[in-house]
């Protein structure tokens, strides 16, 4: 076969992998996994079942894409932040906090909201959980970074544990406070207390 068929091949199945995937986030986020049926994702994408197995064979290996575009994503964001860091430590933590709790309309909104569905497939998907393990190991690192960049009197070891509480009270604000929630007007300003905690975590003495 010429290469350049080879390569337009190549281009046809990243395609429509890529689509295959972003139609099923697009079903777990509103649906719930238990609409995350082989079948159904091929209606929605709008191609045979024996087509979608040819991108994606099972369920399992489906589930497993979908968690690794997931983590992707997100660690995709962190980079960009790395990468534009001002050097500000304090405003780039402050820039995290505000991006995870109010992400913007598209797409991002969407994968907001499969965090939640996320939570939940953790505990009955091994892939999952391995993905979600593997992904928050690098956020404590990241705020573990920040926080010692804040606070350079930390030992490592107490960076990365207050950066697990702090990853631990941003997302389960996002938990309560979610778009699927019914508005709370007494946490209208949670998200400015969360900033401000987060600071005086992160500037807190040395526990030892």
Same mark, same amino acid.
């Given at each position: 076969?010429?290469?350049?068929?080879?390569?337009?091949?190549?281009?046809?199945?990243?395609?429509? %992998?890529?689509?295959?995937?972003?139609?099923?986030?697009?079903?777990?986020?509103?649906?719930?996994?238990?609409? #995350?049926?082989?079948?159904?994702?091929?209606?929605? &994408?709008?191609?045979?079942?024996?087509?979608?197995?040819?991108?994606?064979?099972?369920?399992?290996?489906?589930?497993?894409?979908?968690?690794?575009?997931? &983590?992707?994503?997100?660690?995709? $964001? @962190?980079?960009?932040? &790395?990468?534009?860091?001002?050097?500000?430590?304090?405003?780039? #933590?402050?820039?995290?906090?505000?991006?995870?709790?109010?992400?913007?309309?598209?797409?991002?909104?969407?994968?907001?909201?499969?965090?939640?569905?996320?939570?939940?497939?953790?505990?009955?998907?091994?892939?999952?959980?391995?993905?979600? $393990?593997?992904?928050?190991?690098?956020?404590?690192?990241?705020?573990?970074?920040?926080?010692?960049?804040?606070?350079?009197?930390?030992?490592?070891?107490?960076?990365?544990?207050?950066?697990?509480?702090?990853?631990?009270?941003?997302?389960?604000?996002? @938990?309560?406070?979610?778009?699927?929630?019914?508005?709370?007007?007494? #946490?209208? $300003?949670?998200?400015?207390?969360?900033?401000?905690?987060?600071?005086?975590?992160?500037? %807190?003495?040395?526990?030892?």
């Amino acid at each position: 076969m010429p290469s350049i068929v080879r390569q337009s091949t190549r281009t046809t199945h990243k395609k429509r %992998r890529a689509e295959i995937i972003q139609t099923a986030r697009a079903v777990l986020a509103e649906k719930g996994p238990a609409a #995350l049926s082989m079948r159904h994702i091929a209606d929605e &994408v709008g191609i045979k079942l024996a087509s979608l197995q040819y991108h994606i064979p099972n369920k399992a290996a489906l589930i497993q894409a979908l968690a690794e575009d997931v &983590v992707q994503h997100y660690d995709q $964001h @962190l980079e960009e932040y &790395v990468q534009g860091d001002s050097g500000d430590a304090e405003m780039v #933590l402050e820039e995290i906090i505000r991006w995870i709790r109010s992400p913007k309309e598209g797409e991002w909104r969407l994968i907001h909201r499969l965090e939640v569905q996320f939570w939940a497939m953790a505990l009955i998907e091994p892939v999952v959980a391995e993905a979600q $393990h593997q992904f928050f190991q690098g956020y404590r690192q990241f705020l573990a970074d920040l926080i010692c960049r804040i606070n350079p009197a930390l030992s490592w070891d107490e960076a990365i544990q207050r950066g697990a509480l702090m990853s631990v009270m941003i997302d389960g604000c996002s @938990l309560i406070t979610s778009e699927l929630q019914p508005r709370d007007p007494q #946490l209208d $300003h949670l998200t400015d207390e969360l900033v401000t905690t987060a600071l005086q975590l992160a500037k %807190r003495p040395p526990s030892r």
